[in-house]
């Protein structure tokens, strides 16, 4: 079982940055898929990037394309959400996660506790 502690989330302004950090152990990550999910006060979680155990290999939901940077430090076991050119419908507790196989089976293992990224107008 992998353990997962999510960092780097706080309050910034429209138009600002984050980079939040999803520090991994407990077991082999290079072979791992991941994914960054977000949740909003009042609605569900949602997907937001994923990335391959190939660093190559990324996807994003649409409203954060252009805008968002997911990568991995295999040789740290962290995984990154670069978070440019916030908005205030960004506002929301982001989760990472584990994926069990291909990203496109949407079969998770562990979670995050989750932090909070708040975003001001």
């Known amino acids: 079982q992998v353990q997962l502690v999510e960092s780097g989330g706080g309050l910034v302004q429209a138009g600002g940055s984050l980079r939040l950090s999803c520090a991994a152990s407990?077991?082999?990550?290079?072979?791992?898929?991941m994914g960054w999910f977000r949740q909003a006060p009042g609605k569900e979680r949602e997907f937001v990037a994923a990335?391959?155990?190939?660093?190559?290999?990324?996807i994003y939901t649409d409203s954060v394309k252009g805008r968002f940077t997911i990568s991995r430090d295999n040789a740290k076991n962290t995984v990154y959400l670069q978070m440019n050119s916030l908005k205030p419908e960004d506002t929301a507790v982001y989760y990472c996660?584990?994926?069990?196989?291909?990203?496109?089976?949407?079969?998770?293992?562990?979670w995050g506790q989750g932090t909070q990224v708040t975003v001001s107008s």
């Open positions: 996660a584990t994926y069990r196989g291909p990203i496109s089976v949407g079969s998770f293992g562990s």
């Open positions: 990335i391959s155990w190939n660093p190559s290999s990324a």
């Open positions: 407990g077991r082999s990550f290079s072979s791992i898929a």
